[in-house]
């Protein structure tokens, strides 16, 4: 008779036991399998060769990183999508701050003066060699 009432508690337990953080397998590898497509297909969008792609995402499943660079390179050649160009580049760790500025390509177009900014009476402040504003 005992046994009989163990059995639905335990039952219970075992059905809770993602809510008290035990990870299933199964769910793990399927959430492993869509970042490696993600990641492709970011690199194949991105312009990256597949070689890079794997360099620069070690962790990441070697074939699901092919299927989705593949998946995403059949997909831009069907709709004549172009590559799209990072806008940022990597910093420097060599480098302090100040000295390596990211790059970023602004939304107003460089006017004549070459002040790329939309305000004409109130200017950027300049910055000095320290990396301080004046």
């Not at 939309?118 to 320290?130: F, I, V």
Request: aromatic fraction near 4%.
């Amino acid at each position: 008779m005992r046994n009989k009432l163990l059995l639905p508690i335990f039952l219970v337990i075992l059905v809770g036991c993602e809510q008290i953080g035990i990870e299933d397998p199964t769910k793990i590898a399927a959430a492993r399998e869509a970042e490696g497509r993600a990641v492709g297909s970011a690199c194949r969008h991105s312009g990256r060769a597949l070689e890079d792609c794997y360099t620069l995402n070690p962790k990441a499943l070697k074939a699901a990183v092919f299927t989705g660079w593949r998946d995403m390179d059949a997909y831009m050649r069907e709709n004549n999508i172009e590559v799209v160009t990072p806008q940022f580049q990597k910093a420097d760790k060599n480098k302090p701050a100040a000295a390596n500025p990211v790059a970023i390509e602004e939304a107003a177009p460089a006017k004549k003066d070459g002040t790329s900014h939309s305000d004409d009476s109130k200017p950027l402040p300049a910055a000095k060699a320290d990396g301080k504003v004046i």
